[in-house]
């Protein structure tokens, strides 16, 4: 049996997750997590809060937005017409499939991200990919919106969406969070929580799901104060830059952050430093660093929102390098489509220190031209264009060939630009953004196959003392002579302490720490004679077995001490020497 | 200004919370939390884990399962059926309202809800109820699923819900949680999740939500031995029994757990238990118990599960007595629909000390009569009933004249009863359930109304410690002379230690402590110049204003003990004698 087999086995037989509905044969891409999974998925998000919002809690703040958001804003942020997947539908069975997988699959082509639905359809015909369920010939290649679609209340045109990013939430409500923080920039919006992507036909269990847990932080800055002062220019990154991936060259390069941000590898700090903040994160639930590795996505291959990403990716045994994290630099590209489509100016101000003689780019809408082409939309597209920063309209002009803001697409022909030198007290600009973003269930995949051992044919789960969900389990040696009612007093005391704690009497005593080590508990506590005469139980390490004496009265505090933050106190300095 | 618009304001202004998706005018039943409202519910709900999860972790375990769920499993718990409001068009406008809602506001009638759709249009027409919107007439009053629903996959007709309950989720993996937890009952599932329902036009602001966070526990027992060890019958509960209500007398009578169980008052053990525990989660919220009461709801205001329901409510100042939580007895409704539906056999199986001999009824399909009315589900229908405990089936046919299961109403023409006597070694039964089910959002809001006090003209918010978002606030008392630098140390070491904290440098020293008052902070620390020579600090108590001075050395062990378990160590000892 493969790693993967036995860890999914595993997740199944003791209740870390399977597929949900099962009652009902199961629905593909949504995953049920039991008590265990629930605990370690618990733990993995609260890790994640340390990296990301504890430690930087003087400029990340968390919130809490819904899954569920109106039209309008999946319209602004680009997702209505870009968060798309290419389908092909099977003529004879009906069946529907993600055409570049199919393709994929069939042909061994890869990089198929940035063909069109006539391109693909070429493919498929010049190649004579079929139905990879029944043989029949595929029809033509259509895209597909993956938004789950509903109604709010009880008008049906009144579309809403369960979001696919928590992000949008992050941007929607930007100038509050702003305001309520007391206009500080750089500002962290952080937020945990269900996402929903309608994938065509996902497969590969707990990696590509329907329904998951997302953990993302959008950075707001001054894109004229683009320095992170937390940042360390010395700590080094595992890269696969753009360079190497155009020509399929997957080798990681070892750079210091200093290197990377001078050669232009990564684009800015703060992307920089959430990238650093990843890596070690990742470390830190067990998977070494030298088994991840970030690898730059083609632009073709981008979401449509970010002028650069890197997939933070980790070695897993059936499914290769498989993507735990993205960063991606959005600058302002999400704020200015909100702006376009509210009509609200969600640009900040900034006081300067003296008035200043500045030069600046202009863009001017050319309203006639504007007006031919967005109709009664003109003035919205107008009064927009005009709170844009001139320079950014000009680049993006200037390098894609047109400018983006929201649901309108602005070309040459709309705007004109002029130079303009002016003193200033102040600057109104759009920060830009760096998201670093989190899929919950992968890590929790990811850190059990990596926490997986098998050692004189029994299986241990070494996970990191800080993620497992049981913390301690308390076990009467034999179930007589008072050690029950004993071990029962030492699971209460442990239980009232806050810590999550099993009691476990049946089977043999090897058999109980052997079922313990399966599920990574990392101390097992055995009450036995002595323990009547002097007080002291065992305390037993899952990893090593070793064991170590500890007085009772001690175990509440080692054991809070070892299992939350992983020093070792008392008996226990010991026991991991 | 009402206290409930002065905790809005203070929610919107300081970050609490607000209306979602501002930028585009609102929805209403959608509320997005800020940075401060997050800490808040966070930590309401890691204090209802405490109560109802970790407190009895032996026989309680949490799960997740996906928010969006196929079309069977909520056909199976009849909400595709029953879960609806009546609702009503006018004929003019086009608007749409909860017709029982539109008829109590211009009629003063109440009690509605046991009402048909065809008794509600007469009342519209005999009252010449209008649209409270334009005055136009209205339409006639139709159902409205509150479902929200979509589609799963690339097929339009793979429908989808968005769960209104948690509760299915414990259902439909029950089979699965009980074998990981070792095939014992009692057996508690919980979870803690976003929910949607889809009012037809909700109000209210954080009181009635389309989306909103539930917290739930499904309790499994026998219901041979439905004692529940943990209660103690001495505890008192306020209580509106069904009696009352039906009267229109909503006086709450105080009894005990006792009491209340032998008058029948409230339906089993663990619906006490969960009581109680409700009580007493609510009272550490900081609402007294003086406020809070229980509610019985009258058979045709019941949810279509529920065979006793209490709810829970707290007074409000503008929505008088409001529900906070649901405690409904759920018998084996669920898990016998989920059985009829998937056709698995969700029993569980008891061995007998010794073989018994038992007398039981055995409800025995009448095949003929299930082909007639059930056509090609005839053999589920057949197949079920063999699994359903004969005496429910005949109990809830004598009181309701049909049995439920699932999509499948059985009446008394499909069944036949038989006594029989036999000798067994075990029993296949089917648990019983009792729920407490609690929602997030308007805790977090009835916990702000009650920690809202006002003093010399401004305000604090004297919400418990360890709710509490803000943990401390750091001050230096001038911004020189060394003392910044010093704050700064002191807010770096309680960060540290994993406490949330803010650091404060604006304004006079009366206007931060203001500031922190106003946001609840449990304690401020100022850094002043004896500090720089002697090591200590004052710490201020937020609802006393009391002062003391501690050693910085003590900070973070005496804030962590009195935010995190309201317990004062060291010189915060003195603070709260």
Redesign the interface.
């Known amino acids: 049996m493969s790693i993967a087999d036995k860890v999914m086995e595993l997740a199944r037989?003791?209740?870390f997750f399977?597929t949900?509905?099962?009652?009902?044969g199961g629905?593909s891409?949504?995953?049920?997590?039991?008590?265990?999974?629930?605990?370690l998925?618990r733990k993995i998000e609260e890790k994640w809060r340390?990296w990301f919002v504890?430690?930087n809690?003087?400029f990340v703040?968390?919130?809490?937005?819904?899954?569920?958001?109106?039209y309008?804003?999946f319209e602004a942020s680009g997702h209505v017409s870009h968060f798309t997947d290419y389908?092909v539908e099977c003529l004879k069975c009906g069946r529907?499939f993600r055409a570049d997988h199919v393709i994929e699959e069939q042909t061994g082509l890869s990089g198929l991200e940035g063909l069109s639905e006539e391109q693909l359809t070429s493919i498929i015909v010049e190649k004579g990919v079929k139905c990879p369920e029944c043989g029949g010939h595929l029809g033509g290649v259509k895209k597909?919106n993956l938004l789950?679609?509903?109604?709010?209340?009880?008008?049906s045109e009144n579309v809403?969406f369960?979001r696919p990013e928590a992000a949008q939430?992050m941007f929607?409500?930007f100038?509050?969070?702003y305001?309520?923080?007391?206009n500080k920039l750089p500002l962290g919006i952080a937020q945990v929580?269900?996402v929903?992507r309608?994938?065509?036909?996902p497969r590969q269990g707990p990696i590509r799901l329907?329904?998951f847990t997302i953990m993302e932080l959008e950075l707001f800055y001054d894109p004229q104060e683009p320095t992170c002062p937390v940042l360390d220019r010395g700590e080094v990154l595992r890269l696969v830059p753009e360079e190497r991936v155009a020509k399929k060259d997957l080798t990681p390069i070892e750079v210091t952050v200093d290197e990377a941000l001078k050669r232009g590898l990564v684009a800015c700090e703060w992307l920089a430093y959430f990238m650093v903040t990843a890596q070690k994160f990742v470390q830190d639930l067990g998977i070494p660093w030298d088994k991840q590795m970030f690898v730059a996505k083609l632009p073709h291959e981008r979401a449509h929102y970010a002028s650069q990403v890197y997939d933070q990716v980790v070695k897993l045994e059936r499914w290769g390098w498989v993507e735990v994290s993205g960063h991606a630099f959005r600058t302002d590209y999400d704020l200015r489509g909100?702006m376009a489509?509210?009509g609200?100016d969600l640009r900040v101000y900034k006081q300067l220190p003296a008035e200043v003689e500045v030069e600046e780019v202009e863009a001017r809408p050319v309203v006639e031209a504007i007006k031919e082409d967005f109709g009664a939309e003109a003035p919205a597209v107008v009064n927009a264009l005009k709170l844009m920063p001139g320079e950014r309209v000009l680049e993006e002009i200037q390098s894609k060939g047109f400018f983006e803001m929201g649901k309108f697409r602005v070309y040459q022909k709309h705007v004109s630009f002029e130079k303009v030198k002016k003193v200033v007290k102040g600057r109104r600009f759009i920060p830009f953004v760096a998201e670093p973003s989190f899929g919950a269930e992968r890590l929790v995949y990811a850190t059990m196959e990596y926490a997986y051992r098998e050692r004189e044919g029994r299986t241990i789960l070494s996970l990191p003392p800080d993620v497992a969900p049981i913390e301690a389990v308390v076990l009467p040696l034999v179930n007589r002579d008072g050690l029950p009612e004993k071990a029962m007093e030492v699971y209460n005391a442990l239980?009232l302490r806050?810590l999550?704690?099993e009691?476990d009497d049946?089977g043999s005593i090897g058999r109980r720490y052997a079922r313990a080590d399966e599920i990574g508990v990392p101390l097992a506590i055995t009450i036995d004679h002595q323990t009547m005469e002097d007080g002291t139980v065992t305390v037993r390490d899952r990893d090593t077995w070793r064991q170590v004496r500890c007085p009772i009265s001690e175990l509440p505090e080692v054991i809070e001490a070892y299992v939350k933050r992983r020093e070792a106190k008392g008996a226990l300095k010991e026991l991991f020497q």
Chains 1, 2 share one sequence.
């Open positions: 037989r003791r209740g399977w949900s509905a099962e009652l009902y629905v891409g949504f995953l049920d997590f039991g008590p265990l999974g629930k605990l998925k340390y504890l430690r809690q003087d703040v968390e919130i809490e937005t819904p899954i569920i958001a109106p309008k804003v389908m529907k597909f789950f679609k509903t109604a709010i209340g009880p008008y809403g369960a939430g929607t409500t100038n509050r969070v305001n309520v923080t007391r929580g269900k929903m309608n994938e065509i036909s329907r329904e909100h489509s509210s609200e239980k806050g999550v704690v009691y049946s």
